[in-house]
């Protein structure tokens, strides 16, 4: 397997830059550069999310963790392997499939301990917490299908045959849609949240991983594994509308409040790309922040900090969004991943 799967069964088969001018010119202008980000970063809104809920694979666990002051304020043991999250504040739940285990672990966001556990046996790894609170998607890798949870009752309510090795999963703002990446088929399955039908599906790049939607629900993200870029969907028309190459396996993205800016971790190309995207639909890539992390994989954008997970060297990073300075780091538990919804807001 590429990019995605780890531990047990469930492994993963897993420069641009100006050319005319002075080195004090090339300087200036990406100091100039990072500046014009910075401004229009602090213009936007700043969402609150001061929890990180990060699994960590390697030792059965996850990590909560305190934006504001970066520290590890719980560790609750969860399934085997852990994987994917969504944390979701709508459910007052956090959802951990566990890749090795068979099973989707329930967290209290209150409590911080297990409240349920669901089996969801054939390598669930990619899930998703519908924005309403209601539902719970899981991908179940070997088994090629999409599984819904309802969230409240922490149980199984359905299931929909889907293409070889479903992958990252997002849900669309209102709930009604969901999108899930259908790895080694190179598409994107469009699923009817209701009837738990696909609707349609899109061709992306090589081996899309994870997924993303913007927040007013008009592009899709699908990070490509093998190709090495990123598809840029407008969903109005269900077609790619931009391809935007960036770092090595792509993994992990999050989108700005405004819907305008997403950054990518790049796994095996130790990196972080910006991506930029305009009113007409067109993307661009505006910045690679290099050696941000040693094999980098879930990314969320926490007010004004960058989180990212480095499975490499088992902890989580805050950078400055705009330059990709180091801020702080956190110690974790082993191989973190963190791939999903890691935040919450309490």
Same mark, same amino acid.
């Given at each position: 397997m590429a990019s995605g799967m780890r531990g047990g069964q469930a492994r993963r088969a897993m420069t641009s830059g100006m050319r005319n001018g002075s080195a004090a010119t090339r300087a200036l202008r990406n100091g100039l550069a990072t500046l014009a980000l910075a401004a229009a970063m602090a213009a936007l809104p700043v969402s609150a999310a001061p929890f990180a809920w990060i699994t960590n694979q390697g030792s059965d666990t996850v990590s909560v963790v305190d934006i504001a002051t970066a520290g590890v304020v719980a560790t609750v043991p969860v399934g085997h392997s852990p994987a994917g999250v969504a944390a979701s504040d709508a459910a007052g739940r956090v959802f951990v499939s566990n890749a090795d285990g068979g099973s989707v672990s329930v967290l209290s966001l209150d409590t911080r301990a297990v409240v349920a556990t669901v089996a969801v046996p054939d390598g669930p790894v990619g899930i998703a917490a519908a924005p309403d609170g209601r539902r719970v998607y899981v991908a179940a890798w070997y088994g090629n299908r999409l599984v819904a949870i309802d969230a409240a009752g922490a149980r199984v309510t359905g299931a929909v045959p889907l293409g070889r090795?479903?992958?990252?999963?997002?849900?669309?703002?209102?709930?009604?849609?969901?999108?899930?990446?259908? +790895?080694?088929?190179?598409?994107?399955?469009?699923?009817?949240?209701?009837?738990?039908?696909?609707?349609?599906?899109?061709?992306?790049?090589? #081996? !899309?991983?994870?997924?993303?939607?913007?927040?007013?629900?008009?592009?899709?993200?699908?990070?490509?594994?093998?190709?090495?870029?990123?598809?840029?969907?407008?969903?109005?028309?269900?077609?790619?509308?931009?391809?935007?190459?960036?770092?090595?396996? !792509?993994?992990?993205?999050?989108?700005?409040?405004? *819907? +305008?800016?997403?950054?990518?971790?790049?796994? #095996?190309?130790?990196?972080?790309?910006?991506?930029?995207?305009?009113?007409?639909? *067109?993307?661009?890539?505006?910045?690679?922040?290099? +050696?941000?992390?040693?094999?980098?994989?879930?990314?969320?954008?926490?007010?004004? +900090?960058?989180?990212?997970?480095?499975?490499?060297?088992?902890?989580?990073?805050?950078?400055?969004?705009?330059?990709g300075a180091r801020l702080a780091s956190v110690a974790l538990g082993r191989n973190p991943r963190g791939f999903g919804q890691m935040l919450s807001t309490r």
């Open positions: 090795a479903p992958a990252g999963i997002a849900v669309a703002p209102d709930s009604a849609t969901v999108y899930v990446a259908e +790895r080694d088929d190179d598409c994107v399955a469009v699923v009817d949240a209701a009837t738990l039908a696909v609707r349609s599906r899109i061709r992306v790049g090589a #081996h !899309p991983f994870a997924l993303a939607v913007a927040p007013d629900g008009r592009r899709l993200l699908a990070l490509n594994v093998v190709s090495n870029d990123v598809s840029v969907v407008d969903l109005a028309s269900g077609r790619v509308a931009a391809t935007v190459p960036v770092g090595l396996a !792509p993994y992990g993205a999050s989108f700005s409040a405004d *819907g +305008r800016r997403a950054w990518i971790t790049n796994q #095996h190309g130790e990196s972080v790309s910006l991506l930029e995207f305009d009113a007409a639909g *067109g993307a661009r890539l505006a910045a690679t922040f290099e +050696r941000a992390a040693d094999y980098p994989e879930g990314i969320a954008l926490a007010g004004d +900090r960058l989180l990212v997970v480095s499975w490499m060297n088992d902890e989580a990073l805050l950078l400055d969004p705009a330059s």
